[in-house]
């Protein structure tokens, strides 16, 4: 499809608790980027792949985030032990070029953590 | 490291009415590309207009256009003939003329068009 989607919308966790977020790309682009938006609405850069392979994860707090991108799957984002920080909206873009082509930005996944 | 400064956290403007919106980088990049992306109320962000720095030409896409002033590391976005939906956030980014290179976001323009 011509869109990335994003699921769930929304997601509440207790602190502590696991959170999943799932993104499928837009078919035949191979780049693929996670943003964090708090509410201050800016962003912070998480991670970036290029197919199955992260190319940046320079703006992931290891220690308790991970992310995936496997053939045939949509990727995910995983927060293990969410804290009240994690509060977030998070957005998944992917380009075909990864050359400045501009994303294509899902809708988000809105995260409260209680 | 590159950097988007947005110095006009809210604006507010008359509908018909032009408004421009201001945006500088820092970058020691020769070649790059600048964004102007829109987030309205539904929180999805579209991407409003792209420039690549190594043409000489102001980008227009309709209603926007952008004042790009390389030297000055500028990167203005023109709105004419406002309209109520064009009521959102407005971010300006940058990117390095890199494959895989992330895009770094402004802290955004709340810009509201009244009626």
Same mark, same amino acid.
Not at chain 2, 53 to 75: D, G, L
């Given at each position: 499809?011509?869109?990335?989607? !994003? ?13 999943? &977020? ?14 964090? !938006?708090?509410?201050?609405?800016? @962003? ?35 927060? !293990?032990?969410?804290? &009240? ?5 998070? @957005? ?23 | ?62 209603? @926007?256009?952008?004042? @790009? ?47």
């Amino acid at each position: 499809g011509e869109e990335v989607a !994003q699921t769930p919308k929304h997601l509440v966790r207790g602190e502590g608790q696991k959170a999943k &977020l799932y993104c499928a790309p837009i078919k035949g682009h191979s780049y693929v980027f996670w943003y964090q !938006q708090v509410l201050k609405n800016e @962003f912070k850069f998480l991670i970036s792949f290029q197919n199955e392979n992260v190319f940046d994860e320079t703006g992931m707090p290891k220690e308790r985030f991970s992310a995936k991108c496997l053939p045939n799957s949509p990727c995910s984002l995983e927060i !293990q032990a969410t804290k &009240l920080e994690d509060s977030a909206v998070y @957005f998944c873009a992917s380009s075909r070029t990864g050359q400045g082509d501009g994303y294509t930005f899902g809708s988000g996944t809105r995260l409260t953590v209680v | 490291a590159q950097t988007v400064t947005q110095s006009q956290p809210e604006m507010s403007v008359q509908e018909a009415e032009t408004v421009t919106l201001s945006c500088t980088y820092d970058t020691s990049e020769n070649n790059y590309y600048l964004f102007w992306y829109k987030q309205p109320p539904s929180r999805q962000m579209i991407l409003v207009i792209r420039q690549e720095a190594y043409k000489q030409q102001n980008a227009t896409e309709n209603r @926007f256009s952008v004042n @790009f002033q390389k030297a000055a590391k500028s990167f203005s976005l023109k709105i004419s003939d406002s309209q109520l939906g064009d009521t959102a956030m407005y971010f300006c980014a940058f990117m390095k003329h890199a494959r895989d290179d992330k895009i770094i976001f402004g802290k955004g323009t709340r810009l509201h068009i009244l009626p």
